[in-house]
């Protein structure tokens, strides 16, 4: 004899969405398009207005300003469409500009004339993306600097000299194992597979083969 069971059924609730606040969003310090030549003028230069949103931002220093500014608690840096030649000054810059500069995990530096990749990248140790393309950098090797920047996922290059040298994608994903996103394109298995191979080949400690005449 069949005996019928009710089951009860919990009625089916979708649970609300995680809104961002908008007081939480804390736009870049914006130094983009303002013919910048020297890092050094971004402590005189007014950050551009990204957003209407209200925000900490830098002031322009006047001469007459004696008091200490308030710094940004943005993590993100944009200094791209610029004349930049060099940066070398940049962690002594960001620590004016920012509370948290060892924190800083976005930079743009593309569209200037930078011809080298300056080693005070590396002192900004949670960096985790950094836009370099469009610059003068020309020698392949420049990318070894950034291998000691544990966090970096994200870079991009073309528009240098350097994407015209052969096997420029593989040698760059060769040296920056880590990347999950270079030239605004992902990395694939396939990708991280090609690029150990051509490490491997082109280990300069791996053993020659020896060709023995018999």
């Not at 993100?76 to 948290?100: E, G, H, P, W, Y």
């Amino acid at each position: 004899m069949a005996t019928n069971m009710s089951t009860s059924v919990v009625p089916y609730k979708e649970k609300p969405k995680a809104k961002v606040q908008v007081h939480e969003i804390i736009p870049p310090v914006d130094f983009s398009f303002l013919h910048i030549s020297a890092v050094e003028e971004c402590e005189t230069e007014e950050p551009r207005d990204v957003s209407p949103r209200k925000h900490t931002h830098v002031k322009k220093k006047k001469p007459e300003e004696e008091e200490v500014l308030e710094k940004s608690q943005s993590l993100c840096l944009r200094l791209n469409n610029n004349d930049l030649k060099d940066v070398n000054n940049l962690m002594t810059i960001a620590t004016s500009l920012f509370q948290s500069p060892a924190n800083i995990g976005w930079i743009d530096l593309s569209f200037n004339s930078l011809v080298h990749i300056d080693p005070v990248l590396t002192q900004f140790e949670n960096l985790k993306i950094l836009y370099l393309h469009g610059n003068d950098i020309t020698e392949l090797k420049e990318v070894n600097k950034l291998g000691t920047i544990p966090k970096l996922w994200k870079l991009t290059l073309h528009g240098n000299p350097m994407e015209e040298t052969k096997g420029y994608r593989l040698y760059c994903l060769s040296t920056l194992p880590n990347l999950l996103n270079f030239d605004f394109s992902r990395v694939t298995k396939a990708d991280r597979m090609t690029a150990n191979t051509y490490k491997n080949f082109n280990n300069p400690c791996r053993p020659k083969r020896v060709i023995r005449d018999d």
